[in-house]
């Protein structure tokens, strides 16, 4: 048996384990356009590549998808993130997990995890074809002809690539356009300006005239809001946000669990009253940005809490829990590129990545319609996808 696997990437290194140490007298070959293999990889997490995602529950981990999270429960199943963590610790790469739940090699180097894929499919007998790019794909007499080479069968892992995308259209399949996801936004807003590097802890993000919201944390940049809410609710709003082309009103409460307005400011004027405004920051609000707000709000600094009038309370409370931004763009979350995108999930078989179309066509990885927030889940689907793939293609005589 013959297997090409396009892309040499986590997906596809996963699968050509997988299949070739599951079946020794299976020839798997890699077949990777660029000079070098696993770039994503590389570049993960700042180069300490966030592996995966310390979350065991199922029902759980698929909510860090907006697409694919239904598909990915009976995958994640038989595959999840704590198979991932033995995987690697069974090739001597133990991981750990940070306090937020991401998951990287001990040694923080993705080059451990580089040098473990590429030793473990070279001792399967993996062949790996660097600077190959394949052109043309098509089936015939029940075998795969890809340019000038024939397989038995052939498993597309090749990332968010139009080409492939346009030879899978040919072949029958259904692209949904492919749109960006896990973006940060732009805004000039003078009230964020010199606050680079700001943060709060947990803020809440909506957008006026959708269901778009989001909560977690928040970082004010040189161009604008990031950090873990801006990135989640650009994940679940991709393609709004595509057809808003990327201009429109973001609403931020500071302080996500803030109390009543007649609550706050009751609570202010009888415990805080002796207090100056601006020396007296609210809900965890950092100090410069809280003296953003005051000023955004009209109020005195230097007034104290007991001489606020309720007017001019109610205008500071609207900036702590309704400050709006009008967001004028978009920026790539550092290295990261993900999209939204790609082979419709009705016509793949999710019990072993195989299309419903083509029999003997297999895909994993970001060519599906599949992806998801930061964190390590994004690997975590191309491990899961390229693993039950290689399984399958493994039994395949």
């Not at 597309?156 to 996801?181: F, K, N, Q, R």
């Not at 896990?182 to 005239?209: E, I, M």
């Not at 393609?239 to 669990?257: G, H, I, P, S």
Request: charged share 20%; proline share 4%; with cysteine.
């Amino acid at each position: 048996m013959k297997t090409a696997i396009i892309g040499g990437g986590a997906a596809g290194f996963f699968a050509a384990i997988t299949c070739a140490e599951a079946s020794p007298g299976h020839e798997v070959h890699i077949f990777e356009r660029g000079k070098t293999v696993l770039e994503k990889v590389r570049i993960s997490g700042g180069g300490r590549c966030n592996v995966t995602h310390h979350c065991y529950d199922t029902r759980e981990l698929v909510k860090n998808y907006p697409r694919g999270s239904r598909e990915l429960i009976g995958p994640f199943s038989r595959f999840g993130p704590e198979d991932t963590v033995q995987w690697f610790s069974d090739r001597g790469v133990p991981l750990k997990t940070e306090s937020d739940g991401r998951m990287f090699p001990v040694t923080n180097s993705s080059q451990t995890i580089i040098d473990c894929l590429s030793r473990a499919a070279y001792n399967a007998g993996v062949k790996v074809h660097t600077s190959s790019r394949i052109e043309q794909i098509r089936p015939h007499d029940g075998r795969w002809h890809l340019d000038n080479q024939i397989f038995d069968q052939v498993m597309i892992a090749a990332g968010s690539s139009a080409s492939m995308w346009e030879v899978l259209a040919g072949l029958g399949h259904t692209i949904i356009p492919a749109v960006p996801s896990l973006f940060t936004f732009n805004t000039k807003d003078t009230r964020l300006r010199d606050l680079s590097g700001v943060s709060v802890q947990r803020a809440r993000l909506s957008v006026p005239g959708t269901r778009l919201t989001s909560e977690g944390p928040l970082l004010i940049t040189h161009w604008g809001l990031s950090g873990p809410a801006v990135l989640r609710l650009s994940a679940w709003g991709a393609r709004e946000f595509r057809e808003m082309d990327y201009k429109f009103q973001l609403e931020v409460q500071f302080a996500a669990d803030m109390e009543t307005f007649d609550t706050w400011f009751g609570h202010n004027r009888q415990h805080t009253g002796k207090k100056t405004i601006g020396s007296h920051t609210q809900e965890g609000i950092p100090a410069r940005l809280w003296q953003r707000l005051t000023e955004a709000a009209g109020t005195d600094a230097q007034k104290r809490w007991a001489d606020l009038d309720k007017t001019s309370a109610r205008q500071l409370y609207e900036q702590i829990t309704e400050a709006r931004f009008q967001i004028t763009g978009k920026s790539t979350n550092k290295e990261e590129f993900v999209t939204a995108g790609g082979v419709s999930l009705r016509e793949i078989n999710f019990n072993t990545f195989e299309s419903r179309i083509c029999p003997g066509l297999f895909m994993a990885g970001e060519i599906l319609d599949i992806d998801a927030i930061t964190g390590g889940f994004n690997f975590q689907a191309a491990w899961t996808g390229g693993y039950l793939a290689g399984l399958a293609m493994s039994e395949n005589t």
